[in-house]
């Protein structure tokens, strides 16, 4: 009998270890296109956009447009009757594609609902979307799902799955009247704020938080897994008020869906498999080895902006996403639409600049992972493993002027061209690393890259389970 209750312990032990096995294997599996990718395009597209981040003659002083009627605290009514004027007659979900792919982008993730409350989408959960409320009348959420199936790229659903200022009952984080403009009634708006859970209009306060979560957020979500089919990404965000079974209740809806993936900010302890730090990218020491993900704007908004505008240069952007790719994360990358549908040219403009060091230098981000050597003083280096062998990119920021580059890697190299042209270059393995020598100018004005091949498989960091640890958060605090 004891040996019987032995045999039974080990069989089931080796049970759950070639369980979690499966689960690992499953997982990566999940993720091998996401991490293939390295670069997606973000977009916040909705009736902000017809406020352009001005309220009464002024700009909202502090964070994204997007969140113009919390922080200026327009009532309800009122930002309905600008809704109803929301008529982007020159949507364009196929130029739209197109713009993401000549950027090198490789999936696409659009806000449905954000917290704003209002749905881009047919909804029979709510009359406050696209196709009910608007002149325009159609759904662009369909119409940008098509146009990406039409194009092969990957799209992904941003849905603010709490926070909701115009549905009665969803959540508000509370943000002070000193953010928006200045009220003459900014002292007793921030005393009924600070007395209602942010909230500033009583229109929002006739439902509970569960009333909402189950008459709005929980049916929007199945609306959205029913009627587009293959959707890739699931990006929650600002999870006030989700309690685990609220998780429960959501990921019941995905049971069906067991490819999509999820950020890490549904809330109620559910982790997610990839990180979101937002507006910054992790240093070497913040890394934890898990799979991340950075979205960030080109400007100083992710909503539509009017005036005010910040823009990051396209050298800039591009040096971003090497970065990005040099630590084994992804850049989400996000436009936002002005209110007739079209992308501001300031957005175009810098990402073909992307899209053409991407034409020549792809390699060096598509798939690629950590190099296991202390970051190189001329720019950063990625890798990537393949049949028994390791490819090395080194992308150079900063050209060497006397044709001496040195990779401080102690293992030998067996070959090295310039990426862009195929062109050898002349190397020799020292005790030093591998010391290349280059043409005395770049050949790339933002950031050249050469590729090195090992006939081995280098050392390697490995991709770890998901862990409490957050990243920063910008506008989205984790209450």
């Given at each position: 009998?004891?040996?019987?209750?032995?045999?039974?312990?080990?069989?089931?032990?080796?049970?759950?270890?070639?369980?979690?096995?499966?689960t690992s294997a499953s997982h990566n599996q999940k993720m091998e296109w996401w991490r293939e990718a390295r670069f997606g395009m973000f977009v916040h597209w909705g009736p902000y956009?017809?406020?352009?981040?001005?309220?009464?003659?002024?700009?909202?002083?502090?964070?994204?447009?997007?969140?113009?009627?919390?922080?200026?605290?327009?009532?309800?009514?009122?930002?309905?009757?600008?809704?109803r004027k929301f008529n982007p007659v020159d949507y364009d979900p196929e130029a739209w594609v197109r713009l993401a792919k000549e950027t090198g982008m490789k999936y696409i993730v659009f806000t449905t609902k954000h917290h704003d409350g209002f749905a881009m989408f047919k909804s029979n959960a709510s009359k406050y979307n696209m196709v009910d409320f608007t002149p325009y009348g159609k759904d662009?959420?369909?119409?940008?799902?098509?146009?990406?199936?039409?194009?092969?790229?990957?799209?992904?659903?941003?849905?603010?799955q709490s926070q909701d200022w115009n549905n009665?009952?969803?959540?508000?984080?509370?943000?002070?009247?000193?953010?928006?403009?200045?009220?003459?009634?900014?002292?007793?708006?921030?005393?009924?704020?600070?007395?209602h859970n942010g909230s500033w209009d009583p229109a929002q306060q006739t439902r509970t938080i569960e009333q909402y979560m189950d008459s709005v957020?929980?049916?929007?979500?199945?609306?959205?897994?029913?009627?587009?089919?293959?959707?890739?990404?699931?990006?929650?965000?600002?999870?006030?008020?989700?309690?685990?079974?609220?998780?429960k209740k959501f990921l019941d809806l995905f049971k069906d869906y067991p490819n999509i993936i999820h950020n890490d900010r549904m809330g109620g302890g559910f982790l997610g498999e990839y990180k979101t730090p937002e507006q910054m990218i992790p240093t070497v020491e913040q890394?934890?080895?898990?799979?991340?993900?950075?979205?960030?704007?080109?400007?100083?908004?992710?909503?539509?902006?009017?005036?005010?505008?910040?823009?990051?240069?396209?050298?800039?952007?591009?040096?971003?996403?090497?970065?990005?790719?040099s630590k084994g994360g992804n850049l989400l990358l996000n436009v936002g639409p002005d209110p007739l549908g079209n992308i501001p040219q300031e957005n175009i403009d810098r990402m073909k600049v992307m899209g053409e060091w991407m034409k020549k230098y792809s390699a060096s981000i598509y798939g690629t992972e950590r190099c296991k050597v202390d970051k190189p003083v001329w720019g950063y280096c990625t890798q990537k493993v393949k049949d028994g062998k390791t490819l090395v990119y080194l992308q150079v920021i900063d050209w060497p002027k006397d044709g001496k580059l040195l990779f401080a890697l102690k293992e030998p190299a067996s070959s090295a061209r310039l990426l862009h042209n195929g062109k050898k270059l002349t190397f020799?393995?020292?005790?030093?690393?591998?010391?290349?020598?280059?043409?005395?100018?770049?050949?790339?004005?933002?950031?050249?890259?050469i590729e090195l091949e090992f006939d081995k498989v280098l050392p390697r960091y490995p991709i770890k389970a998901m862990n409490n640890n957050l990243y920063e958060i910008v506008d989205a605090p984790r209450e």
């Amino acid at each position: 009998m004891k040996k019987f209750f032995l045999s039974c312990c080990l069989l089931l032990l080796c049970s759950v270890s070639l369980l979690a096995q499966q689960t690992s294997a499953s997982h990566n599996q999940k993720m091998e296109w996401w991490r293939e990718a390295r670069f997606g395009m973000f977009v916040h597209w909705g009736p902000y956009a017809l406020w352009g981040g001005e309220y009464h003659g002024h700009q909202q002083r502090v964070g994204g447009a997007e969140w113009i009627m919390n922080r200026c605290k327009i009532p309800v009514a009122e930002y309905q009757e600008m809704t109803r004027k929301f008529n982007p007659v020159d949507y364009d979900p196929e130029a739209w594609v197109r713009l993401a792919k000549e950027t090198g982008m490789k999936y696409i993730v659009f806000t449905t609902k954000h917290h704003d409350g209002f749905a881009m989408f047919k909804s029979n959960a709510s009359k406050y979307n696209m196709v009910d409320f608007t002149p325009y009348g159609k759904d662009v959420v369909d119409a940008l799902v098509k146009a990406c199936r039409k194009y092969g790229m990957k799209f992904g659903f941003y849905y603010s799955q709490s926070q909701d200022w115009n549905n009665p009952g969803g959540a508000t984080h509370r943000r002070p009247m000193n953010q928006g403009w200045p009220n003459p009634d900014s002292v007793a708006i921030d005393a009924y704020t600070l007395a209602h859970n942010g909230s500033w209009d009583p229109a929002q306060q006739t439902r509970t938080i569960e009333q909402y979560m189950d008459s709005v957020a929980i049916p929007q979500v199945k609306e959205l897994l029913s009627r587009y089919g293959d959707v890739s990404v699931f990006f929650w965000d600002t999870p006030k008020g989700i309690t685990k079974a609220y998780v429960k209740k959501f990921l019941d809806l995905f049971k069906d869906y067991p490819n999509i993936i999820h950020n890490d900010r549904m809330g109620g302890g559910f982790l997610g498999e990839y990180k979101t730090p937002e507006q910054m990218i992790p240093t070497v020491e913040q890394l934890d080895g898990t799979d991340w993900e950075t979205c960030m704007t080109l400007n100083n908004s992710w909503g539509y902006r009017r005036s005010g505008n910040i823009w990051k240069s396209a050298e800039q952007l591009v040096t971003t996403l090497i970065d990005i790719a040099s630590k084994g994360g992804n850049l989400l990358l996000n436009v936002g639409p002005d209110p007739l549908g079209n992308i501001p040219q300031e957005n175009i403009d810098r990402m073909k600049v992307m899209g053409e060091w991407m034409k020549k230098y792809s390699a060096s981000i598509y798939g690629t992972e950590r190099c296991k050597v202390d970051k190189p003083v001329w720019g950063y280096c990625t890798q990537k493993v393949k049949d028994g062998k390791t490819l090395v990119y080194l992308q150079v920021i900063d050209w060497p002027k006397d044709g001496k580059l040195l990779f401080a890697l102690k293992e030998p190299a067996s070959s090295a061209r310039l990426l862009h042209n195929g062109k050898k270059l002349t190397f020799e393995n020292t005790e030093e690393g591998v010391r290349i020598a280059v043409p005395t100018t770049a050949p790339d004005e933002i950031a050249s890259v050469i590729e090195l091949e090992f006939d081995k498989v280098l050392p390697r960091y490995p991709i770890k389970a998901m862990n409490n640890n957050l990243y920063e958060i910008v506008d989205a605090p984790r209450e």
